[in-house]
């Protein structure tokens, strides 16, 4: 949906509170669309309403996920924790509450629910592509590497896992051995900009040093 269909959703769902009793869904969607339109404070107040009525898993994750983009860490936190004691296995309040005890600097426990939730889902590619991404902000390269060609097991055609290998091939200056990974990559998805300008650069690497 673009900005002005969710515009007149909201408008709608809005006009809905007015002429009927609230329910929970109805300040859950109207909180979801305003936080999709980056106005948090006003998402932030239908949610809360939301969850006054309501505390199941999906509303409080919507609330935490509102915390979190407003700047409100330890709230988030506790919003999120709230998720997986009423759900244990809800994956975004696991992955979100990663990234934000990363945000926080908490990064043992980013590490441990990271790698978490790759054992929670084996055979998905995007934990290990998250993991990898955790290890990549944290300069564990190898580590990273290892967790990309998981993803690349799991899912041969995820492009972004072969450009992130690539790169890390390329700033340990096994420029080659990167350039096998964008040709592998672009088969898969030939208009990847950041591929295509690695490949760019390495060439002309290359052509420097033959020259």
Partial sequence: MNESEIRRTITEIESEIEANEPTANLYNDAGVGYYLLGEYETSLHYLERA????????????????????????????????????????????????????KTGNTEKADELFRYITKLQPDKALPFFNLGNFYLRHNKHIRAAKCYEATLEKDGEFSDAYYNIAWILYKAKAYQNSLDYLNKGLKVAPEHIEMKELKTKLQSIQEDTAG
């Fill in 51 to 102: 969850a006054e009525i309501d505390d199941r898993p999906s509303i409080l994750f919507n609330l935490a996920n509102t915390h979190s983009d407003l700047g409100n860490p330890e709230l988030a936190v506790d919003l999120f924790l709230k998720t997986l004691e009423k759900d244990p296995g809800h994956i975004g309040a696991l992955n979100n509450l990663a990234d934000e005890y990363e």
